[in-house]
């Protein structure tokens, strides 16, 4: 199962986070988000992200320019953007991966993937808050269902070491997005938290 690790902003936890085999580091450029990067120390993460595993920024509400700037600045791999329609997933350098509460049934071309999140209120989402049973539920099933479409599904939202096993079973999803289930506050990774993530899924 790839595991990307979101919303990192220490050092020390994007080098565990290549050690315990991470798919991808999300780094977070959105204004509102208490995990936002500045330029500067976006660099310095992006300079500790192994070989191999793949540097993704993460924008939303940002203007294109700002977008195509940072990707060059920070040589992302790739880009996970929040975007309501297909049309503003075009033009980028580096592929996509679209996170949106609803799809096409024809998805457009040259995508990395999508990322499939629980539906909860914009204050929540940002604060890290967990989705309520009936919305996971929901995500799980909108996830395995369009993986069935073949989609590549990023699964994010709510998820911990406790339940990302029978989200897992439930959605089937090529990936699993964390970043507050791993946290002892917003932005700091708990090792320990993050190990028994990884660990959750090789047993």
Not at 48 to 70: A, M, Q, Y
Not at 100 to 124: C, S
Not at 143 to 164: C, I, P, Q, T
């Amino acid at each position: 199962m790839k595991i990307k690790v979101c919303g990192l902003m220490r050092p020390d936890d994007v080098r565990l986070s290549c050690e315990l085999g991470a798919w991808a580091c999300g780094l977070i450029f959105a204004p509102d988000s208490p995990r936002r990067l500045r330029l500067d120390r976006a660099l310095e993460l992006r300079a500790e992200v192994f070989p191999g595993t793949l540097s993704v920024g993460v924008f939303k509400g940002n203007e294109r320019e700002d977008i195509l700037k940072t990707i060059a600045a920070c040589r992302l791999d790739a880009i996970q953007l929040y975007a309501a329609a297909a049309a503003e997933l075009a033009g980028y350098p580096v592929p996509v991966l679209w996170a949106a509460q609803e799809f096409p049934q024809d998805m457009p071309r040259g995508m990395l993937g999508v990322v499939v999140e629980p539906e909860r209120a914009e204050g929540d989402r940002i604060r890290g808050k967990r989705p309520d049973a009936q919305a996971q539920a929901a995500a799980w099933a909108k996830a395995a269902e369009l993986k069935k479409r073949g989609s590549f599904v990023v699964l994010a939202g709510g998820l911990d070491s406790d339940n990302v096993a029978a989200a897992v079973s439930s959605a089937g999803p090529d990936a699993v997005d964390i970043s507050s289930g791993v946290e002892s506050k917003p932005g700091e990774k708990d090792a320990q938290k993050l190990r028994r993530f990884f660990a959750s899924l090789r047993t």
